[in-house]
């Protein structure tokens, strides 16, 4: 927890950056920073109690919603829109932010109505559908937008996005697509991974178990942890290019850790905990939010 307040003492008095119109170019980015700024000052309401926390939170959330009206660059069946990555990625922050915030003071029904509407009608139309780790993220968030908006039968067709991808993963856990991009097939399996394990673990809160979905050709989810977990370890025999790049391990390895317990996983969860604000998605403070010690039961 004293990473995000020791954090949040410096986001608190950060003003928002909202676009009128949103394109994003790159990775990185005010809507990047903004949605993360949103979901962790909600996070550190909730466990301080600290108002100034959650007004600020909400304030990051609104003034996007009143400001941004329209977005370039988004198009869910095609890779060269960035917009429609990052978009999906990261917005599920601003969800988790309103989550936290419901029923307070600090975010009010008619603003809580304006997000709705933006997020029906602006955003969720942006999500990525490709069938690689762009369609992952973009599932992921219509998994969050659908379930907040009570939306039962974009829930299911979210999840049935999910199953359909899931589809692709081969029974010893590689992802086709994913390792097919060279030398950096082991990073984007773990961005795949990433929306996959996140979606997984919202749906669960539905009663719907996509932990153990076995696809067409065999895969499914643990499996495919398991594939990474290996070569994450030792990279040195990945078996789709010589000279592979290794990321830092990414924040669902908590979710996944506190899943199964997973001895294998204990070195990739400890190489960065606590799993805090670094990242560029929406799956971040998983240590807080989900983290168990290691050897638990």
């Given at each position: 927890?004293?990473?995000?307040?020791?954090?949040?003492?410096?986001?608190?008095?950060?003003?928002?950056?909202?676009?009128?119109?949103?394109?994003?170019?790159?990775?990185?980015?005010p809507?990047?920073?903004d949605?993360?700024?949103?979901?962790?000052?909600?996070?550190?309401?909730?466990?301080?109690?600290?108002?100034?926390?959650?007004?600020?939170?909400?304030?990051?959330?609104?003034?996007?919603?009143?400001?941004?009206?329209?977005?370039?660059?988004?198009?869910?069946?095609?890779?060269?829109?960035?917009?429609?990555?990052?978009?999906?990625?990261?917005?599920?922050?601003?969800?988790?932010?309103?989550?936290?915030?419901?029923?307070?003071?600090?975010?009010?029904?008619?603003?809580?109505?304006?997000?709705r509407?933006?997020?029906?009608?602006?955003?969720?139309?942006?999500?990525s559908?490709?069938?690689?780790?762009?369609?992952?993220?973009?599932?992921?968030?219509?998994?969050?937008?659908?379930?907040?908006?009570?939306d039962?039968?974009?829930?299911?067709?979210?999840?049935?996005?999910?199953?359909?991808?899931?589809?692709?993963?081969?029974?010893d856990?590689?992802?086709?697509?994913?390792?097919?991009?060279?030398?950096?097939?082991?990073?984007?399996?773990?961005?795949?991974?990433?929306?996959k394990?996140?979606?997984?673990?919202?749906?669960?809160?539905?009663?719907?178990?996509?932990?153990?979905?076995?696809?067409?050709?065999?895969?499914?989810?643990?499996?495919?942890?398991?594939?990474?977990?290996?070569?994450?370890?030792?990279?040195?025999?990945?078996?789709?290019?010589?000279?592979?790049?290794?990321?830092?391990?990414?924040?669902?390895?908590?979710?996944?850790?506190?899943?199964?317990?997973e001895?294998?996983?204990?070195?990739?969860?400890?190489?960065?905990?606590?799993?805090?604000?670094?990242?560029?998605?929406?799956?971040?403070?998983?240590?807080?939010?989900?983290?168990?010690?290691?050897?638990?039961?």
């Open positions: 927890m004293a990473d995000l307040l020791d954090w949040a003492e410096q986001a608190v008095d950060r003003s928002p950056d909202p676009a009128e119109r949103l394109r994003i170019k790159g990775t990185e980015g809507f990047v920073e949605t993360a700024a949103a979901y962790g000052l909600a996070l550190a309401w909730a466990v301080t109690g600290d108002d100034t926390y959650a007004e600020a939170a909400a304030r990051f959330i609104m003034a996007w919603v009143d400001t941004t009206v329209s977005t370039e660059r988004t198009c869910p069946d095609d890779g060269a829109c960035q917009t429609s990555l990052i978009i999906s990625r990261t917005v599920p922050g601003f969800v988790f932010a309103a989550d936290l915030l419901e029923g307070s003071a600090f975010l009010t029904a008619d603003e809580e109505e304006r997000l509407r933006w997020l029906r009608d602006l955003i969720l139309p942006t999500a559908e490709l069938d690689n780790n762009w369609g992952d993220a973009g599932t992921f968030t219509r998994i969050v937008l659908t379930d907040y908006l009570g039962q039968a974009g829930f299911e067709a979210a999840i049935g996005k999910w199953r359909e991808l899931m589809d692709l993963v081969a029974a856990g590689h992802i086709p697509e994913e390792v097919a991009r060279g030398r950096a097939g082991l990073g984007y399996t773990q961005e795949a991974l990433d929306y394990v996140a979606a997984a673990a919202i749906a669960d809160r539905r009663a719907v178990d996509l932990w153990s979905y076995v696809g067409a050709e065999g895969g499914s989810l643990k499996p495919a942890i398991d594939y990474l977990a290996r070569y994450m370890t030792d990279h040195t025999d990945w078996p789709w290019s010589e000279r592979v790049r290794r990321r830092a391990p990414s924040a669902f390895w908590e979710i996944a850790y506190a899943k199964w317990q001895a294998s996983y204990e070195p990739l969860v400890a190489e960065r905990r606590p799993h805090g604000h670094v990242g560029h998605s929406a799956v971040r403070w998983t240590t807080l939010t989900n983290g168990v010690p290691f050897g638990d039961p």
